[in-house]
């Protein structure tokens, strides 16, 4: 008689100890429950993980302090039509490309889509993806007309996850990418990486497989180096790069402007930055280390003023530099959350990694102050939310574009209070309020309604 065996494979010895190397063995705790099947699955989920590197990233992200602070001092506003004039002339010359960070789901919103799928419920029913795609094609034609060029285009990078990949291209897709050329869009994923309890060791969201989230907007420098798209900036001929976050209705993409005012400047590094409206508000804001030290940022209270609104510029050499070095001694943020786990969830921390922590690297930085109600018009939670909500970010939308038609000297008649309504300006129109006269001049229109050609 034969003898049958229900002993299980004991897991590879090799790797087993290069995870007691770095107190992670706890990964394989269920292993002896585990079908061959779900082996090769939990096998295949380590493998692909870059231990010694995560393991860094895990003690130094744990035993950091933060960073001592102090104030600074706001950046002063002059030269705005000589800044606009060079930068549609560094556009023209094809020197500025758009990364847009676009990772999120819209989970706050009350939607599973990407972020920018987002119809916030202006008149024309537009995209947040819409709004930006044409306030870039709003730019070019300025630029062309400005230099006397044929045609001038942007080229649009645009940072996904591996929650959001799938569903951004097939929306751009869908709606023909918004008048763009197709070519002039390529999208590309930031990382993850694993999530961990407060010990430090990762959270397992099944037996065989360890849980995982996004690595943060502050993924795109690795991102970009991993993909190659440093390299295809370079061969393209593009020297600065304006980076900013999909959930702003009034981002100005592209802004001329700011483009000439970092050029002037001539530094590495810029951000636009608003006065913080209220204690609690859930910005970062910018502060030296010290007299002449590097900027960077940190979460406090009022006593610190200028918001980081995600509104960011860089030389192309810069990003380069931090692609290649930030890596080296990097720090995560550390957030509390619910993480799916074998448990159902588990509290544990999530790592991240900002865009603004390439800050204290540059060799020089600026900072460009704008007025919040015309720049700042944030998405983040569902209507009904005090704050940051669809309802709040269209208001701001529609009370800036009345403003620039009354500018522009026309009229307004509504049927509901105009507190709670006006107009929107597409910007196939107007990209800051500009070249409104023969349009508006004398006439009458009736909010809420889209003005467009």
């Known amino acids: 008689m034969g003898i049958h065996s229900n002993a299980v494979a004991a897991p590879p010895q090799l790797l087993l100890e290069r995870l007691k190397d770095y107190g992670q063995e706890d990964a394989f705790a269920l292993w002896d ?3 061959p099947e779900e082996h090769h699955l939990l096998l295949n989920d380590i493998q692909s993980l870059d231990l ?3 393991d860094r990233i895990i003690r130094c992200s744990l035993r950091s302090q933060g960073l001592p602070v102090a104030a600074i001092e706001p950046v002063p506003e002059s030269w705005v039509e ?3 004039k060079m930068g549609l002339k560094a556009i023209a010359e094809g020197k500025l490309a758009v990364l847009l960070l676009s990772g999120g789901q819209g989970t706050r919103l009350g939607s599973s889509d990407p972020k920018g799928c ?3 419920g202006l008149p024309s029913g537009k995209s947040l993806f819409q709004l930006q795609a044409e306030r870039i094609l ?7 007309q400005a230099m006397n060029e044929g045609s001038v285009t942007i080229h649009w990078y645009i940072m996904t996850s591996p929650f959001t990949d799938d569903a951004t291209g097939k929306f751009f897709e869908s709606h023909k990418y918004f008048g763009l050329e197709a070519d002039q869009v390529t999208f590309f994923q930031q990382g993850t990486i694993p999530c961990i309890s407060k010990d430090g060791r990762y959270v397992m969201e099944t037996p065989f497989k360890v849980a995982k989230s996004p690595d943060g907007n502050g993924g795109v420098y690795t991102a970009l180096k991993s993909s190659r798209l440093l390299e295809d900036m370079a061969t393209r001929g593009i020297k600065y790069v304006d980076c900013y976050g999909v959930d702003n209705a009034l981002v100005r993409v592209a802004d001329p402007t700011f483009l000439g005012y970092f050029i002037d400047k001539g530094v590495a590094a810029a951000a636009k930055v608003v006065r913080k409206a209220y204690p609690q508000e859930k910005v970062g804001v910018f502060v030296r280390r010290g007299k002449g030290g590097p900027l960077t940022v940190q979460t406090g209270r009022l006593r610190f003023c200028w918001s980081n609104v995600c509104l960011h510029m860089f ?3 810069f990003l380069n530099q931090v692609a290649n070095g930030l890596e080296k001694d990097s720090i995560y943020h550390l957030a509390e959350k619910k993480i799916p786990s074998i448990h159902g969830y588990t509290m ?3 790592l991240e990694q900002f865009i603004f922590d390439a800050f204290p690297y540059a060799p020089s930085t600026a900072l460009f102050e704008v007025l919040r109600e015309e720049e700042f018009a944030p998405v983040k939670n569902a209507n009904g939310s005090n704050y940051e909500t669809p309802d709040s970010a269209r208001l701001l939308v529609l009370r800036l574009h009345t403003r620039w038609v009354v500018a522009a000297g026309g009229f307004l008649t509504h049927s509901v209070p105009l507190y709670s309504t006006g107009v929107e300006v597409s910007p196939h129109c107007s990209y800051a309020g500009e070249n409104l006269e023969s349009i508006c001049r004398g006439r009458t229109f ?6 467009t050609f």
């Open 138 to 144: 709003c730019v070019q034609r300025l630029a062309a």
């Open 52 to 54: 010694s590197r995560i």
């Open 348 to 350: 544990g921390l999530k």
């Open 315 to 317: 030389t192309l050499d």
């Open 82 to 84: 000589r800044w606009w």
């Open 33 to 35: 429950e585990l079908s």
């Open 118 to 120: 987002f119809n916030i």
């Open 446 to 451: 009736h909010a809420p309604c889209e003005i």
